[in-house]
T-cell receptor
């Protein structure tokens, strides 16, 4: 297994254009997360899938953002009509929840991220 | 929701010095606690974790103990190396549902030879 893969690694676009990022999680992982990280800050949660169902979305995820995971494997994050404030690193993570003694140990494995620059 | 407060950086130490990075959190229930590390030019990597009170997570010489009474998870290492230079993130996981991680702002650590 090669870990969590994200594509593209870098994207430069002009304001108003649409961009799409792809994430391929670890194959046996049923949970998939998207985060956004701006320079000098910690990652901020955007959304979460369990299998193909999108179960939680942050208020950070405006109407211009949409995420899908149609077959419960890879996921896409699309940003429509990009703004300069969308410039950030978009991180994908996956996990496989295991219960041990009634306490979860949900360890997230992160990809290298997709860096977006909006001019 | 959960929140976390980390020691502000940047932190600069000499090689072989003792390291402490403080982390306190607020959370509902008893979350699992994590430290992640981000080396220059690389993605986030799990450093260590603890899932219940008094558990001690350890890896690569780093340790952190889950202190329920003080809601803390301080990171320590007895003798740091230049290769430990990175940004360190403390992150409690939400107790239910997505069990998503809530990250602090990170602490940038620089170790000088």
């Amino acid at each position: 297994d090669t870990g969590v893969s994200q594509d593209p690694r870098h994207k430069i676009t002009k304001r108003g254009q649409n961009v799409t990022f792809r994430c391929d999680p670890i194959s046996e992982h049923n949970r998939l997360y998207w985060y956004r990280q701006t320079l000098g800050q910690g990652p901020e949660f955007l959304t979460y899938f369990q299998n193909e169902a999108q179960l939680e979305k942050s208020r950070l995820l405006s109407d211009r953002f949409s995420a899908e995971r149609p077959k419960g494997s890879f996921s896409t994050l699309e940003i429509q009509r990009t703004e300069q404030g969308d410039s950030a690193m978009y991180l994908c993570a996956s996990s496989s929840h295991r219960l041990a003694g009634g306490v979860g140990a949900n360890v997230l494995t992160f990809g290298a991220g997709s860096r977006l620059t909006v001019l | 929701g959960n929140s976390v407060t980390q020691m502000e950086g940047p932190v600069t130490l000499s090689e072989e010095a003792f390291l402490t990075i403080n982390c306190t959190y607020t959370a509902t229930g008893y979350p699992s606690l994590f430290w992640y590390v981000q080396y220059p030019g690389e993605g986030l990597q799990l450093l260590l974790k603890a899932t219940k009170a008094d558990d001690k997570g350890s890896n690569k010489g780093f340790e952190a103990t889950y202190r329920k009474e003080t809601t803390s998870f301080h990171l320590e290492k007895g003798s740091v190396q230049v290769s430990d230079s990175a940004v360190y993130f403390c992150a409690p996981a939400s107790f239910q549902g997505a069990q998503k991680l809530v990250f602090g702002q990170g602490t940038r650590l620089t170790i000088n030879p």
